[in-house]
């Protein structure tokens, strides 16, 4: 009998494949037993599309667990990724997370490994709870090789819960400030010997702070079917029905201040604004093992998405400083429906004493974004309200549909991606992707009833794009090895003048250097990097567009993971990003913003999580925990003309395990600080939370 040492992590799934007899191919199960462990440096990651370690890859990466979603008592997307180093999370208009990337806001959200094209076209849209995810994964950097366009800053990867062989089912309920109350509950197990199944529900209620309430309702089924022992089935289904109140921010004046009488944690809206996401999906993919060395898969996806918004965006003071007015009422409602194809054959083979994992991919997008517009009125539109004690109602707002623009894309990719173990000492990597873009753009006329009345002008944007990655490893100990790499990116553009001028597509490019050290009980990984992006182009508002040259970003993260001692965990990340404009390569253009620092790109981003169980004695269960995370000033416009001060918060949770019961209590904003997370139209600053509580009771069957 052979034996063979594998790595398994509490949170993560570990996929082994053994031959089991010559001649004989299938999938085969083994049963393990492992000790819990929240290393979030992940060996391997679904999204890198490699089976094998990262540490054999040149890629910088990262996953949170469950585990540590649950201890920080994650609420969403945002909160959870802010444990992942160089990654900075941000919400707006009450709803919409979008996220900094190594200082630029170009990334790609793929769920379980499907591409959510609504970030590439506004760059942030709303996310639901967090009850059916797994981990999230982080790749940095441009990814397009393998997930195609837009993602220069990387990839964040949201891995749902899978069905397991054995029973397993979890329940919890949480109530806290701002009225907080959250349900969260799942099980999974095998229905036959060949069918298995896991189901998750999540609900979230809050009136929220500055009384931005949150409702939150999300459901998955997945289920794995193996009729034989070469094919496998994997089908997911999912939905969710939200609803935010939007939030407009606190406006400052020129130098920064607020007026008298202010209060910032008065939420200026009005009562008829509202954002509501409304969300279908599903995947279908197909594995087959053709031989020992061969595999087959094809994953077939589509979701509708449905965004409804409305909220009078813009406020400003009057001259005596003692009333604004609400101006800029907006509203759509964007209808984005992605029908998605992926066909990918990998084979393993030696060339002499090079083993090689070869991947061969196709790619299908085909995309039909609709995005309702229409005219406001009502008593209350525009209204002047006291800066004091605001009565908000004045009157209703009301919206009627007039048009709607179009996109319809199709996207064709072929790929190729090659993993090369040269030796025990070099592995290499590369990869090559051209994409064949289609994009259609227009604006119809409707009636009340969305029935078009006038068709618009039909601009055709085409673009053909390679992409290329290729990186080196060199093994220098078993613990120890450095990378470089080098990978480019693209985005199409969908901006087009009223002219009819269409802009050349984003392009760039990342260069990297690393160092990682990893052993059973830690994990260290050390990079430095520089990336820039060429073509830019700013909305000026009413469809003027300006180009405005290039954006670079270079600087350095380090990530540490360790377990110190028997039940003490440390998850801690530092990110120094220097991320300037720069002018154009002509000296027939100039860029007025030439070396100022990228908006919302903070220079400085620190994240730390410590985490002691007491594993033995007359305190065994008890848990203790100890958080912090600082943001360095960073400024809201391109021009820099308003800043958004440095903050650091401090989050804290006690809990007690007895068998699979956990009762838990978490504290953020310990020390009750005033902060600000962003802003819009450079100096409307969104207040963050101040101090709150959470208390949770949960039920977990794995423990």
Do not use: C
Request: a neutral charge; aromatic letters at 10%.
């Amino acid at each position: 009998m052979q034996r063979q040492e594998i790595d398994v992590r509490a949170g993560q799934t570990t996929t082994n494949t053994y031959k089991l007899a010559r001649s004989v191919l299938e999938f085969s199960t083994s049963e393990v037993t492992a000790s819990r462990s929240r290393t979030t440096s992940a060996s391997k990651l679904s999204v890198s599309k490699l089976d094998v370690s990262i540490r054999e890859t040149p890629i910088t990466a990262q996953a949170i667990t469950a585990e540590l979603i649950g201890q920080r008592a994650s609420e969403d997307l945002g909160s959870a990724v802010k444990n992942i180093t160089g990654v900075r999370p941000i919400n707006r208009y009450g709803g919409f997370q979008t996220f900094r990337i190594r200082g630029f806001n170009n990334f790609v959200l793929l769920n379980d490994e499907v591409r959510d094209e609504r970030h590439n076209i506004s760059t942030s849209a709303p996310s639901s709870n967090l009850a059916n995810i797994e981990r999230v994964e982080v790749v940095k950097g441009p990814a397009s090789v393998l997930f195609g366009h837009s993602a220069l800053g990387g990839i964040i990867n949201l891995v749902r819960k899978k069905p397991t062989f054995d029973t397993r089912y979890n329940y919890s309920i949480s109530g806290g400030s701002y009225n907080t109350v959250r349900t969260q509950a799942g099980a999974g197990g095998s229905i036959t010997d060949n069918l298995r199944y896991r189901v998750d529900f999540g609900t979230t209620r809050a009136d929220g702070f500055r009384d931005f309430g949150t409702e939150t309702r999300n459901g998955s089924l997945t289920l794995h079917y193996t009729p034989n022992a070469t094919d496998r089935l994997e089908l997911s289904i999912g939905g969710n029905n939200d609803m935010y109140d939007t939030d407009t921010g606190v406006p400052v004046l020129e130098d920064g201040s607020f007026p008298r009488g202010m209060d910032v944690t008065t939420r200026f809206n009005d009562p008829s604004d509202f954002l509501g996401h409304e969300r279908f999906d599903t995947q279908l993919k197909y594995q087959r093992q053709m031989s020992e060395n061969m595999q087959l898969s094809n994953r077939l996806s589509y979701y509708d998405d449905d965004i409804d918004y409305l909220s009078t965006e813009y406020l400003e003071y009057n001259a005596t400083l003692d009333s604004l007015t609400r101006g800029f009422p907006f509203y759509f409602n964007h209808e984005t429906k992605p029908l998605q194809n992926e066909l990918e054959l990998s084979y393993n083979f030696e060339t002499g004493k090079v083993s090689n994992k070869l991947l061969v991919g196709y790619g299908l997008s085909v995309m039909d974004r609709k995005t309702y517009r229409g005219q406001i009125s009502g008593t209350g539109k525009n209204a002047m309200i006291s800066v004091s004690d605001p009565v908000l109602n004045q009157g209703d707002i009301q919206h009627v549909d007039t048009k709607f623009q179009g996109k319809e894309e199709t996207v064709h990719a072929l790929y190729i991606q090659n993993w090369l173990n040269i030796s025990s000492q070099f592995k290499a990597l590369l990869g090559l992707r051209v994409d064949k873009f289609d994009g259609t753009y227009f604006t119809d006329m409707v009636d009340n009833d969305r029935n078009v009345i006038e068709r618009g002008e039909r601009t055709t944007v085409p673009a053909t794009t390679p992409t290329f990655r290729g990186g080196l490893v060199y093994q220098l100990s078993e613990l120890t090895s450095f990378y470089g790499s080098y990978s480019t990116y693209f985005k199409p553009s969908r901006r087009i003048t009223k002219d009819g001028e269409i802009f050349d597509p984003e392009n760039g490019y990342q260069s990297e250097l690393g160092m990682r050290a990893e052993g059973k009980q830690f994990s260290l990984n050390l990079s430095a990097f520089y990336l820039i992006k060429e073509n830019l182009v700013e909305n000026l508002g009413g469809g003027v567009y300006k180009r405005i040259g290039a954006a670079d970003s270079k600087g350095v993260e380090i990530d540490v993971q360790a377990a110190l001692f028997n039940g003490m965990f440390i998850n801690a990340g530092y990110a120094y990003t220097d991320a300037q404009y720069k002018d154009f390569n002509s000296s027939s253009q100039s860029n007025a913003n030439a070396g100022n620092r990228v908006r919302y790109a903070p220079k400085h981003l620190l994240n730390l999580w410590a985490q002691y169980d007491i594993p033995v004695g007359n305190l065994e269960g008890l848990g203790l925990g100890l958080g912090m995370n600082h943001v360095s000033e960073n400024f809201t416009q391109s021009n820099n003309a308003y800043v958004l001060p440095a903050y650091t918060l401090v989050d804290a949770v006690v809990s007690y395990r007895f068998r699979q019961l956990q009762l838990q209590l978490n504290i953020n904003n310990l020390l009750d600080k005033t902060h600000f997370t962003d802003a819009i139209f450079g100096n409307q600053f969104f207040p963050g939370k101040t101090r709150s509580f959470l208390l949770t009771l949960s039920y977990n069957s794995e423990i």
